[in-house]
């Protein structure tokens, strides 16, 4: 049928976020089985995806599996960690906004403290499994003296470092500490309780009396104040004489009140006079320099080829840190994880091992109504053999950024997928009753349900609305996405995402495919004039099975070889246009 709307089921959900806390309750043999296929799934010398976004010099704890439960749980403090992925753009990019939140929290460190988990480390997915983490960047609070199985809850809102200073500012006041050893953050009766109440010493007293309870200035300055022992903030919620909201007034030792500063919004303001009050000279804040975008590397261009080793170090990815961030597979995530795999296993153009590995893993899952991580591990530690495997490897080759949280994964998933559009017109030349979207349709199944990306996913999402089924021409979904994946390199050209040696274009370039322009456009963004039917050609020849470079793939997965890589430039001679 013609012009149908493809449909899939949708099955992603924001607030699906529960921590079941099962993985604590496994016995010794169950936890030596785990860490068996752990092993399996890290592989035995696979490196970590990339750096991590943050270093020892942001204000941020990195934290990992080794030292999750220990500084997390039975915290003094409470904690906000956030789950991310290195290579996801969407992390990238607010990893700044991330660390701009740290340096206006560091002084609240003995109330609450940020740190952030690499879930894209292979070490690390049990960790980010077990906290519920499906999308990424996830949030997540830890309240002071947490334990494994409280049930911890999620930041749920925009990405502003104001509005999730003001979410923990909510997270402290509804999880009050148990210990005393925090500052009060609930309002006082009167000005005077300053004078008795208090926790910690110093001899300025202040209030700020505010004219809401959900106000937050006052809090935000209690807690950067907390380093500053000389002085007592405490805050007040509305006032018989007060005018003007906010006001901040000293309180003398009789009890008296001295107004100090009022109208003003800025909580710089308040921390600064505090400290000129108090004696100190303001200090003269240096900012922290902000990280520079590395200039542009000038690459010479290659000839873009598709290398076996990226393809199936996407699928190792996949199946072994993606997949099994989800608890349980059941419902729409199974069905799309089931027509995912369905396509690997006729279209995947790999090695006869690897293809044979897909159908059995293929026959396998088509026959099961639920699936729990376990049972996923177990059966891809299971299907491997002599003759049927998949590496245990994450290496990129094409794939391979000039830094480690450039490119990686989510290029090796768009050459998978590009990799099945023209494979699967190809196996299916002869057959009229072939359904020119299926996968399309797969793939933004597996999209919408697993890709860690959820920014991604929803950018995908919106021009995947506009898949038709039903089309005739065989070569649709090797049109279809190429024009979407233009559309992505559009929006992200110039982005802080985009690796300075590889700059998104408006694929391919002149120089890559002259017969694919109508014009010689005079620079890489300008908007091509396309001669579609050369497009096609060049796609069926750079993404067909004949043409994917094969000898950097391990030679036998397992024998656990160590992988030799190869200089993509090797190539650009070889290839035939
Ligand atoms: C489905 C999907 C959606 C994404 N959405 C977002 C998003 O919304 N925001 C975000 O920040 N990141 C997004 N990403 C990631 C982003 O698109 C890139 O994958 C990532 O930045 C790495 O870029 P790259 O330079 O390796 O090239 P990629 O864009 O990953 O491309 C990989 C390779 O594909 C080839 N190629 C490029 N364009 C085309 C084309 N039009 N047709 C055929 N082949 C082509 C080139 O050889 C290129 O090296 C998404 C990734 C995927 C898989």
């Not at 089985?33 to 204000?59: M, Q, S």
């Not at 003995?110 to 070490?123: D, P, R």
Request: hydrophobic residues 40%; aromatic residues 10%.
């Amino acid at each position: 049928m013609r012009g149908t709307k493809a449909v899939w089921v949708k099955a992603r959900s924001s607030t699906n976020h529960l921590v079941t806390g099962a993985s604590q309750q496994k016995d010794a043999m169950g936890a030596l089985f785990k860490v068996l296929l752990l092993t399996w799934a890290a592989g035995i010398w696979t490196p970590a995806t990339g750096r991590g976004l943050y270093t020892e010099n942001d204000p941020t704890a990195l934290l990992d599996e080794n030292n999750f439960n220990t500084t997390v749980f039975r915290s003094p403090s409470a904690w906000l960690v956030e789950f991310y992925m290195d290579w996801c753009g969407h992390c990238q990019r607010f990893a700044a906004t991330w660390n701009a939140l740290g340096r206006t929290v560091q002084d609240w460190s003995s109330v609450i403290k940020i740190g952030a988990v690499n879930c894209a480390e292979a070490i690390n997915r049990a960790l980010c499994q077990r906290n519920g983490v499906i999308f990424v960047p996830t949030l997540k609070f830890f309240q002071q003296d947490a334990s494994a199985s409280d049930n911890s809850p999620y930041y749920d809102g925009k990405e502003e470092a104001s509005l999730i200073r003001s979410a923990m500012l909510k997270f402290l006041i509804s999880h009050p500490n148990a210990s005393n050893i925090w500052p009060f953050l609930f309002p006082l009766q009167s000005p005077v309780d300053v004078l008795t109440e208090g926790s910690t010493g110093g001899y300025l007293k202040a209030v700020i009396v505010e004219a809401n309870e959900n106000d937050t200035l006052a809090m935000e300055v209690i807690l950067s104040m907390l380093p500053d022992r000389r002085v007592t903030v405490r805050r007040l919620v509305g006032g018989r004489d007060v005018t003007e909201f906010p006001s901040m007034y000293q309180v003398l030792q009789n009890g008296r009140q001295r107004l100090l500063l009022s109208g003003k919004n800025d909580t710089g303001s308040y921390i600064s006079l505090l400290k000129q009050v108090a004696g100190e000279t303001i200090a003269s804040t240096t900012p922290r320099p902000t990280t520079e975008r590395v200039t542009t590397i000038s690459s010479k261009e290659t000839r873009p080829r598709v290398y076996m080793q990226d393809l199936e170090s996407g699928l190792h990815f996949a199946f072994t840190q993606e997949v099994p961030l989800h608890s349980s597979l059941k419902d729409g995530d199974l069905e799309n994880l089931k027509a995912f795999i369905d396509v690997l296993a006729k279209y995947f153009p790999g090695r006869p091992q690897v293809h044979l590995y897909l159908q059995r893993l293929n026959n396998w899952l088509q026959g099961q109504s639920m699936v729990s991580v376990d049972q996923w591990l177990n059966q891809l530690s299971k299907l491997q053999s002599r003759e049927a495997s998949l590496p245990d490897t994450t290496k990129w080759v094409g794939c391979k950024g000039s830094a480690d949280n450039y490119r990686g994964y989510p290029c090796s998933l768009w050459t998978l997928f590009h990799t099945l559009t023209v494979n699967a017109a190809a196996v299916n030349k002869y057959n009229s009753n072939w359904e020119p979207a299926e996968v399309l349709v797969a793939m933004n199944g597996y999209i919408q349900s697993f890709f860690s990306c959820h920014e991604c996913a929803e950018n995908f999402g919106l021009m995947a609305a506009g898949i038709t089924t039903g089309e005739t021409n065989k070569a649709y979904g090797i049109m279809w996405l190429w024009e979407a994946h233009n559309k992505a390199n559009k929006r992200l050209h110039e982005d802080i995402t985009e690796d300075p040696a590889f700059p998104k274009i408006q694929f391919p370039s002149y120089s890559a495919c002259p017969s694919c322009h109508m014009t010689i456009p005079a620079t890489n963004q300008d908007k091509p004039v396309w001669n579609r039917p050369g497009v096609l050609r060049f796609l069926q020849k750079m993404y067909g099975k004949e043409n994917i470079v094969q000898d950097t793939v391990p030679v036998a997965s397992t024998s656990r070889a160590q992988t030799k890589t190869t200089n993509p430039l090797m190539y650009m001679f070889i290839f035939v246009h």
